[in-house]
Structures are given as C-alpha cells and as structure tokens.
C-alpha cells in the first residue's frame, strides 16, 4: 500500500510525499463526484479540539460544507476555486504532530483567504483509508479542472447560488424575503443601495414584495444591475453609432438587431482576434449559431478576450548563464508579517515556493542545540530549520525544474555549521550542488543546473572579520512597560532594544494598540441598526422618542399641513410608528383618523420558533408578520378597522429635523465657505455639517492641518457613513465625539472635538489661517512626508497645545513654518500636531550612517544613551500600578522606569543594564568568525562577498563569476548616481548581484524594484507577505512571463553591454492609447465610485500615468474615456491598470491591479482580468477596454513633449516643497512653461488630449500656488513685525 505509517520522532521530520492507490487515480472526475457529492463522516481537527461533521461538496454553489450541528455560517463552507492545496498528513507538520490519529485518514486543505497573506487550514480525518483517497483526488482534480468557469456564466451562477448560504436561509430552513435583498446587495456585492431604488427595481422586474425571493428573483436584480446596455449600443449597435456620431475608427457595427450570426461574428473576429475560431465562440457563448448582446458582452469579458496572453509554458531556451536572467527572490521568506515581532511559518516558504519564487532566505542561528530559523534582534518568532529544508524538498520544483538558490545569512558556529551541512546533505541528497560544473568559466546556465539548489553564502576559510548585521551588537530585547517623570502613572507597552549604547524604544507595541477606529469603516455604534431590519430605513419609523415629543411632532404635522393645503384637508391614515417607552422590543402605531386627530395602537411582538412576529393588538385573529415593513406594506393595501371605520395607512409623518438646531449645522454652506470658517480654527477635530440645496450633506472637519469632507448619506431615516448606520444625525456626531472618525496614514485618530459656528466669511483670507501644510482632499494622498527630528532635552509642556518629551525622542511630521516665532509643531506617538520649541530639536535622518542601523527603524519613539554616562539602577516594588519595574536616572537627567508583569523577567533586564555600564574590550564592527570547511566546501557559484563604495573598472575586472555582492536599496542607489553607473551593468553581467530592503523597512514594506531590474540585478530580494505596488510588478514580471518559471531573461542590448537606463532615445518607441470603457464587479467595502489609473512602469524615462472619471456605479461602471501613454522602451517597460474606489473621504481604496509586460499588450477590444494585491484572480473582476498601439517615428513631437513632461513633472515636484519661490525658480518657471507652449501649437490636440490637459492643469496652478505662499510669507513676516 502507498502510506507508510511512521512512528514519530522528536528529532527528524518525517514529511513525505505519497502516491494515490492506482485503481484511484484513473477514476474520471464524474465518478469521483458522486462519492463526494454525498456527505461524508469526518473527524475535524480544530485545535485543541476535534469534532465530528459531515461533509460534502455541494456542485451548485462549488463549494465545500462541512456541519456539525447548528446553521451553516460563512465560516462552515470552503470556495473551492480558493483551493491552493490538498495535503495528506505525511506532508503536513500539524498533523504529523497529532497524537492518537491515523496518518493515513488525515487530509489539510490550505485554501485562499480573502486579503490574506497566509492561506486558510481545514484538516479533518476520514472514515476509511478510500474515503481519504477519493477526497485527495477528488479535490485535486477539481483544482486543475477550473469547474468553476466550465462555461460562461458558469460564475455568475455560482455566485447566485452561495447567496442562500450567505445569508443563512439554507441552514435555517426558511425561504429568502425582501430583507434579504438588501444583505444580498450591501455584503456580497458591496453595492450600497436605498431602499426606495431597490423598490423600483422589484417593481420593474413585477417581483412581488410578499411573495418569497426565489434564486431567478436574485439572477433578475442582479443582471439588472450588473449588464450595462451603454457598452453594445455605443460600440457595436449599428443605429446607435450611426445617431449618435460615434467615432468609427473604434467601434464594429456588429448588431443591427437583438442577436449576432456566425457570420458577423466571423467577420468581427477575422479583424479583432484571428486566433479566434467564430464557431467555437459561437458555440460556448451563444445558442443556435446566434449570441444575444448579453452573450457578447460575456464574451469580450472572458478570459479568451484577455488584454495579454499569460505565459502557459517557458519559451527560453535557458541555456544561458545564470546572470543574464532575473530570477524572483523573496527577503526574510520566513516571516509572515512586519520585521519586527511578526510570527515565522514554514507555510511562507510553501507559499513563496508555489508562486515561484527561486531565491529565499534562511536566517540561521543556535537555540539549545537546535539550529533555528528567526530574524535576529528582534521579537520574531522561530522555526526548526529542519522543517524549512523539509518544505523546500518537497516544493522547490513544484512550479518549475530550475535551480532554487537558498541565500543563507549564518549566524552558526563551527560545530552548527557541520551539523547544518549535513543536514542539508541528508535532507536534498543529489539535489544539492556540491561541486563545480564544467563550465567554461562562466556561471552555468538554468538548464545546467536544474532540479539543483544552490547555497549562496560567504566562503571563508580562514579568520575572517564577522560584521555584524548592526553596528551596535543588541544586548536584549523585548515589550516591556514604560513610564517616565514627565508621564507619571502613564504605563505603556512597548518595544526595547537594549545595544552597548543605547535603548531604543517604540511609540507602542502593537499588541497594546487597543483604542478604537473608524479607518476601515468596521467599527459601529452600540446603537446602530441592523441592515436586515428595513424599517430602520423608512421615513415613518422614529428613532426613541417619548411619548410627550411624539405627540408635539404629531401637532406640528398637522399644523404645517394645514398652512400648505387649508384647514379641509384630509390627513386620514398619515402615520408613524415609534418604539414604546413603556415595553422594551414593543413599538407604538400612531395615526390620524377621518377628524384629523392622532391615534394610538401597540404593535404586539411575539417570538414563533427564534423568528419575531409582529401584529396589531386591536385583533384577536390579526395577521402576523415577520419586521413590521412587511406589517406596514401589508395595512397600505389591506384597511384594518378602528371602531368599525376601515382605514389605510397613506403618507409617513416624517420625525422633525432636531439637527437644525445644532451650532455645528451650516444650511446652504458652500465647501469654500466651510474652508474659510474652518481655516480660523487651528484645532484638529474642528467640524461642521453642511446641506447643500440638492438634499447632499457633507461632514466637514480639519486633519492634520488639511480640511477633508466626508460624504454623508441617507437612507430614509438612517445616516450612513462608511459601513455604519445611525437612525439620527446628532447620534452620528455624537458616537464620533467619543470614537476616532478616520485614521490618517501616520495613525494619527481623528475625531470630532469642536463644532464650529457660522460665521461670516467675507472677509476671511484663507492664507493668513492655513500654513502650507494646507491640501484641498484631492490631494491628500499626494502629500510628502515631513521631516523627523530628534530631542535634545526633555521638556514639560505648559498647556494641552505643547508638546511633552524626553531627550532622545524622535518627532515626525515637524512643519517648520513658525521657526520666527521659536516654535515649530511636531507629531509624536498618539500626540499629534502640537507645538515644540524649535531651538530644542536637531535634524534627524534616518538614512543617516548614525542611525540607519536603529533596530526598530521608523518604527523607533525615542533612545536613551547609555554610553559615556553612569547611570544609578535600582529595583523598587513599591507601585501599585507596576509593582515590578526598574527606575533608571541618568547625570542630570530625568526618570526613566521600566516596568514588568513578572519579577524574573525584570531580574534579567537589571542584570543586563547593570552590565551595560561596564566597559567592554571588545569590536564593536564585529566578531572573528571561522566558517566550518564541510560547510564551506557546498558553496560554489553564489558566494557572497563585501561590497565595495564603488564599483570601480578594476573591482570588475578581477571579481570571480562564482562571486556575489549583496546590498540594500539605499547602496545600489549610490552606485547608480555615481560617473561609474554602466559599471553595474557591467558586474551583473559578470556576476550575480542582490539587492535587499533598507533596514529601517520595520513594517515589511518594499522598495521600486525596478531601478534594480533596470541596472541588470539579478535578485531583487521582496518582502512576499506585503501586497503592495512593488509585489505587484514583481507578479507581473514573474508569475504572467516565461511559464511563470522564476526566471525572465534580460535583453539583449543590456546582456551585450550596450543598454544605458538613462538615455531617452530608444528605436522601437511606441504610443499607447487606451480606451477604458467598463467594469464589471469592482466593487469594495469602501464606497460606489470606482476609477481606472494607467501607468507606465520602466525606465526613468517611461513612467506617466492617467486616470479615469470616478464612476457612480461598481457593479456596471462604464467610463468611455480615452487615455494616451508614451512607450519610449516598451521591451523594458510595463502597463498597469490599478482600480480604486473612494470612500466617503475621497481616499482611494485599492480594489484590483493588472500588471503585466508592454510587449504582451494586445489592441482592439480586449478585457481586463483583476488580481488582488497577492496575485490571485478576483472572481468576476475586470474591466473591458479598447487599445491601440503606433510606432513612433524620430521626429516625432510627441518624443519632444515627453521629455518635457518629464521636466515638468519634475519642476512641480520640486515647487510644491518649496516654503516661499525665489526669483530664480520664477525664472525656471517661465522659461519652461514658454517651451511648452510653444511646442503645444505645433502638436495635434486629438493624439493627445490627455497629456496636454494634464500639464495644462499644472502650467495653470503654479502660478496660483505661488501667489500663495507668497501671500503665506508675506502674513509671517507681518506677524513678526
């Protein structure tokens, strides 16, 4: 049989691959299932737990269910197209270390979660030793079957049919409602709708309110809102086009009625895609040699229709040496988080693997004996290094044959590293290079070395200086409790890093972050309501209202109505329905009889089987009903009888506006209004509401020395910001009071402090109010970040305005523009914008020799120095708040305590800063280290070697092929700014070179990669677990290219020496113009209003980028706008669509990218496929375009305006960080807008409208920006007087 049982060992890992039982693997995928289509008996593994369920796959939704007991949750069912991996228990570590269970019966499935970097683990136990193999080959054929788009539609299908689990209804038992559209829309589509529109809808689609929603009723609502007509009648419906004048060169009057035969669609193809066969679109698309317009639609949104063609299989040949490609690399690969205290797994390395990462890194270093793999200095934490080489086994060659290159940073000693060499001897056995090739002198090419692994480490084999990975060893680390003279009592966790100099400590540790945000939108009030419960949304429900103040607004009703409409109006049946005061969950009918005066009936609520039943107490045998919406529907059709008179419910009674009363309540305010009288208050948090006339009501408040609006709407009663709901505007203001309204990107918790007045604002000038930190919203995400200083002593602030620290802290954000007054204002920690005494700071630089080796980065609060000063440590233990901590004072300087939960812990930190004082003969550069010769002896072609200031003509000429430099961002960015910059060029195509992230990138951010890409650096080391722009290009560099193998090859002219990334004349230079049409699905949990940006990624010449019109609609947004690029070098270039949606603080939200090489673009009407942030499809996502492509000629003008595009983007970067212009840069100001324009008169507007409009837009505002700050220097000097 095929499982070996194995007994279990504390010392080896005993992962394994094993084979299915033959007679299995040649079952169909049909046969398989019908065994697990039926639900099946497991044990599932839930640590410590394990529960017995039944599971099944259910074909219809295409996922897995697995119940135990109870409703089906979201939690309960796995997405099988989100399926990675289905693993047995031999190549699972968290089965392996299970007691008591059958290794041959367990199964892991490793499954995709949403904006997730590691995947999600279902590992269960089946009831015989087939089950368990029909569930491994089941489950693995589906993941390479792609059952999920077997046919068009096929998606939308599925989607449609989870929505019963969703919202629950399946598990309950019960058929969906109206109340369950709603849920449908705002959680599974993100599409926020009123529920008036959703009314109309229902109405237009002759769904009935009462009647039960069925899936067709769901299918109808949603191709309602998801197909937009606009797309086939302006591009493809012959009258259409013919009326409305159309540009012809971009449209196919394909249909001239509902449908589309075989042979237009032949002619349609022969022109866009002659890859294309008509029938067989004909055929999968459409019915009876005919495609409706939604058929076609469907297929210019296919994959099929694809912008690119994605690489399916390597097309080098791979014969070259291993320096001419780039090859996907991955830095600290272990860790799953930021730098400094995230969680190590080897799941990072399964992960890394799979995507086809070929270089990633093992930090090695001796826990008791076991050699272990951890970011050193930090508070990461650690795995076995034999369960990584056990990973990298099984997975290096899961994705592609060719070498994996495992870049080592040793901290072993001599005995460790034997142990480690054997290890890797026992562990990949012929697959370790351990001896040269018969090379030539050159490095070896991939195919060469394939199926091999690579150690890439320093070879050295005598006494040999060590440096260390910081200038300063680190003595010791942890979170501890941190309290000084200046913040008495005030007990805060953070990070410390103990060096021979120093104690570096954090703002906070992040676990002690706990106060709450509304950043993300996920935070709700107590008192918000449930979105099911749709009478939250309506006009006659009130919010709590006693019965005194329900009956005065009744009276004002009717009074109002009778001064419009005459004292004979008839007001019978207007009514509202209030909660009762007297009965907590009973509300109250309030309603005007035939004489106009206000009645009263308790609305009775019952529960029938968990479900609230609602009915009217008048009856005995009353109707039930299940919200009182469907109570109230159902009484505005049917008359109920008060006293023997029949009477239906008419008009809402709408509950008064109470928050027009409020001083922070502007009717009619303009947003330059609001400015201005926000500009007079200084304080974040300062706010106003204002109602412009078309019913819009904006919340306006002052961040970070910016004003940002934030939309606010309504739905009926309801106020929804975000994702939150309050039945009342002053409910809203009020919850913000208490609880942070938007987080800035420094953190900085905004809420509403002060409500500003109206005043008059004639008179007002904004520029004597604002400093020039001032931005209007749009440009908010534009803003640079400013600079950072440090303390020179500590200081004790004498208001609430005034900053409090100590020396050695580090503020950030310091604006400068009161420097005459001796005051600047700073951020420091949670305390934000508040002023300093200037002649107390020092210019602090991060980038600095000083302090780029600060453990925690920018992450870094403040430091105390240790060295050169004699600090007297003593142990107290008599405070309550902290009865464990150390007190700490320095010569002439104030109180430091460091606090514990436990007295062995604050032990071993006394011992250590007792010991820091002493002097110590020893190199603080680094230790002597001599490397083991087993060890040494397995690297070959990757050793690693210091790199030099310069890479001077002689480093290159004597450096050895085998060799390899390694530098940060920061290194490579020296070399290239240097005369010698071609001689980078020239090394990497000698050698291999890596670069890695700064050391101060805490958080796991990652650097550009393309400046090393485009100097030839072979390994561009990437934090894989941050899906951020860099990560992107990488996916699109990698993952799309070459098979998706690890390896790109670079061009030829930089392989031959003859590239040089700072010219800007290149022959074959192309312009690129994009139509963006439309969008399917681009929805997000921030807002409705998606936009397109395009941009050019390459060299320094290339990059531009243009953006589209927010759209008012995610499900169908449709743009029709035309966007020109310029491709100067499009064979080292690449095109991104990147998708984000606004929220209700106009900040843009990332939903989708599409990255991917220039060269692979295809033109005409293509589709647009979304990947989110990791490289994985978002299901439905993706935008419909139209593309051209020409060729540049030399004299083109077009080359002519880019490079003055690009001088002028440069100039405006450099205007915008000016405090005050000089006449020097007024004269650098006209002499390029005079080349502009004179060079916009000869140049065709039509080719490139959007270009010209954009630096249009940047000609016209210099001048008003400079007339700003003039205006700003000019009040600061009239201060000073």
Aim: hydrophobic share 35%; glycine share 4%; aromatic share 10%.
């Amino acid at each position: 049989m095929i499982f070996n049982k194995k007994k279990r060992s504390n010392t080896t890992t005993t992962l394994e691959v094993c084979e299915l039982d033959p007679d299995i693997c040649v079952l169909s995928l049909e046969e398989c299932l019908k065994f697990v289509t039926k639900a099946q008996n497991i044990i599932h593994f839930t640590s410590p737990h394990r529960k017995q369920k039944e599971l099944r796959l259910d074909l219809d939704s295409y996922q897995l269910i697995f119940k135990g007991g109870g409703s089906i949750s979201k939690q309960d069912v796995i997405q099988c197209e989100r399926i990675k991996e289905v693993r047995y228990a031999t190549e699972c570590f968290g089965l392996l270390k299970l007691e008591d269970v059958q290794l041959e019966l367990c199964i892991t499935i490793k499954f995709k979660i949403p904006n997730a970097f590691l995947w999600g683990t279902f590992s269960f136990e089946a009831f015989d030793e087939e089950a368990a193999q029909r569930w491994v080959h089941t489950l693995r054929l589906l993941q390479r079957s792609n059952l999920h788009k077997r046919y068009p539609g096929r998606e939308k299908e599925i989607f449609i049919n989870r929505v019963p689990y969703f919202l629950q209804v399946a598990a309950d038992n019960r058929e969906m409602e109206v109340k369950d559209l709603k849920v449908f829309l705002c959680n599974m589509c993100n599409y926020n709708i009123d529920t008036v529109d959703l009314n109309d809808i229902m109405e237009e689609l002759n769904i009935d309110e009462s009647s039960p929603i069925s899936l067709d009723h769901l299918r109808s609502i949603y191709d309602k809102l998801a197909y937009n007509p606009k797309v086939v009648s302006e591009y493809f419906d012959s009258k259409s086009i013919e009326e409305n004048g159309s540009d012809k060169s971009r449209s196919f009057p394909l249909f001239s009625e509902d449908t589309v035969t075989s042979s237009e669609m032949a002619e349609f193809l022969e022109l866009h895609d002659s890859t294309l066969s008509p029938p067989n679109i004909i055929n999968k698309y459409g019915c009876n040699e005919e495609m409706t317009r939604e058929q076609f639609l469907e297929f210019l949104y296919s994959d099929e229709n694809s912008i690119f063609e994605r690489s399916t299989k390597v097309e080098d040949l791979m014969d070259s040496p291993m320096c001419h490609y780039w090859v996907a690399s991955s830095h600290n690969t272990f860790l799953t988080g930021n730098q400094l205290k995230s969680k190590s797994s080897v799941e990072a390395y399964v992960q890394a693997l799979l995507s086809g990462c070929k270089c990633i890194e093992l930090d090695l270093w001796e826990r008791q004996g076991t050699i272990m793999i951890l970011h050193g200095y930090t508070l990461t934490s650690m795995v076995e290094a034999d369960e990584v080489l056990a990973v990298i086994d099984m997975y290096a060659f899961r994705v592609s044959p060719y070498p994996v290159i495992l870049s080592v940073e040793n901290h072993l000693g001599n005995s460790m590293q034997e142990k480690f060499a054997k290890m890797l001897k026992e562990r990949f056995k012929d697959k370790l290079l351990t001896a040269p090739l018969n090379d030539g002198g050159v490095l070896p090419s991939p195919v060469m070395l394939m199926n091999k692994i690579i150690i890439k480490d320093k070879k050295r084999m005598k006494d040999e200086l060590e440096p260390s990975h910081y200038n300063q060893d680190i003595v010791k680390n942890g979170e501890i409790y941190f309290e000084t003279a200046l913040h008495a009592n005030d007990w805060t966790k953070r990070m410390v890093f103990m060096t021979t100099d120093f104690l570096y400590y954090s703002y906070f540790s992040q676990d002690a972050d706990d106060y709450r945000t509304l950043a993300n939108f996920s935070t709700e009030s107590e008192n918000t309501p449930r979105i099911t419960d749709l009478h939250h949304s309506e006009p006659w429900f009130w919010g709590t209202v006693d019965p005194q103040a329900a009956t005065h607004y009744v009276s004002e009703y009717i009074v109002n109505m009778k001064k419009q409409n005459g004292n004979d109006v008839k007001l019978t049946g207007d009514f509202a329905i209030r909660p009762s005061s007297q009965f907590p969950g009973e509300n109250v009918l309030i309603f005007l009889d035939c004489n106009n005066s206000p009645k009263k009936i308790k609305i009775k609520s019952r529960s029938e089987e968990g479900h609230p039943r609602y009915s009217i107490e008048e009856y005995v045998d009353a109707p039930t009903f299940d919200t009182l919406y469907a109570l109230v529907k159902h009484y505005q059709r049917i008359p109920f009888s008060v006293k023997g008179v029949p009477l239906i419910l008419r008009n809402s009674i709408e509950e008064p506006r109470n928050f027009e009363k409020e001083i922070w309540f502007h009717y009619n305010a303009s947003l330059e209004d609001s400015e201005k009288r926000l500009a007079c208050v200084k304080r974040d948090g300062a706010f106003l509401v204002r109602e412009q006339p078309d019913n819009n009501f904006r919340l306006v408040f002052r961040c970070s020395g910016a004003i940002k609006q934030c939309r606010l709407r309504q739905d009926g009663r309801l106020w929804i910001i975000g994702k939150s709901h309050f039945d009342g505007l002053t409910k809203l203001v009020e919850y913000y009071k208490k609880y942070p309204l938007y987080c800035t990107r420094n953190n900085q918790q905004i809420k509403l402090t002060e409500p500003v007045k109206k005043i008059p604002v004639d008179d007002v000038n904004i520029s004597t109010y604002l400093t020039t930190s001032y931005i209007t919203c749009e440009d908010i995400k534009s803003q640079k970040p400013q600079e950072a200083y440090i303390a020179t002593e500590d200081y004790k602030g004498k208001s609430d305005g005034e900053m409090t620290f100590l020396e050695g802290a580090i503020l950030k954000n310091v604006e400068r523009d009161h420097i005459h007054l001796g005051w600047c204002i700073g951020d420091y920690g949670p305390r934000k914008q508040r002023y300093i005494p200037y002649k107390l700071l020092q210019p602090y630089e991060w980038e600095d020799e000083e302090n780029k080796d600060n453990p925690l980065g920018n992450m870094c609060a403040g430091m105390i120095q240790l060295k050169n000063s004699i600090p007297r440590i003593h142990k107290v233990s008599d405070d309550p708040c902290k009865p464990h901590f150390i007190s700490i004072r320095c010569e002439g300087k104030e109180e430091y305590r460091l606090g514990f939960d436990h007295y062995e812990t604050m032990e071993a930190w006394f011992f250590a800063l007792s010991n820091a004082k002493k002097p110590k003969q020893r190199s603080l550069k680094g230790s002597k280290l001599k490397q083991n010769p087993v060890y040494a002896n397995l690297v070959i072609y990757a050793q690693s070697k210091p790199a030099p200031n310069e890479l001077t003509d002689d480093h290159i000429q004597h450096i050895s092929y085998k060799e390899m430099h390694s530098v940060d961002e920061n290194k490579l960015l020296t070399y290239t700014k240097k005369p010698t910059y071609l001689n980078v060029i020239k090394c990497t195509n000698k050698c291999m070179l890596r670069v890695y992230p700064k050391g101060t990138r805490t958080a796991s951010s990652n650097f550009d990669p393309l400046t090393s890409w485009n100097y030839g650096c072979q390994l561009v080391a990437l934090n894989y677990q941050t899906p951020d722009k860099p990560m992107q290009l990488n996916f699109g560099k990698f993952s799309l290219c070459n098979g998706g193998c690890g390896y790109v090859r670079k061009p030829e002219d930089m392989i031959s020496g003859q590239f040089d990334p700072s010219k800007d004349t290149f022959p074959n230079s192309i312009a690129l113009f994009i139509t963006v049409i439309s969008g399917r699905m681009l929805s997000s949990e921030e807002g409705n209003l998606p936009k397109v940006k395009i941009s050019l990624e390459g060299l320094d010449c290339d990059p531009g980028e243009e953006v589209t019109r927010p759209s008012k609609s995610s499900l169908a947004p449709f743009w029709n706008e035309k966007l020109g690029l310029l491709s100067l070098n499009p064979d080292m270039a690449m095109i991104r669509f990147e998708v984000t949606d606004s929220n209700d603080f106009g900040d843009d939200k990332f939903i989708g990218h599409c990255t991917f090489p220039v060269k692979m673009l295809k033109t005409g009407f293509r589709s647009v496929p979304l990947f989110d942030g990791y490289g994985d499809r978002i299901p439905m996502a993706s935008l419909l375009v139209y593309t051209e492509k020409e060729k540049l000629k030399p004299d083109d003008p077009e080359r002519e305006l880019h490079r003055i595009r690009r001088e002028i983007l440069q100039l405006n970067e450099y205007l915008s960080e000016l405090t005050a212009p000089t006449q020097y840069d007024i004269d650098r100001l006209s002499a390029i807008e005079n080349k502009y324009f004179t060079l916009k008169d000869k140049i065709k507007l039509d080719d490139i409208a959007n270009s010209i409009y954009e630096l249009d837009e940047l000609v016209r505002n210099w001048k008003f920006s400079f007339d700003a700050k003039k205006s700003i220097k000019r009040s600061q000097v009239s201060v000073c007087e």
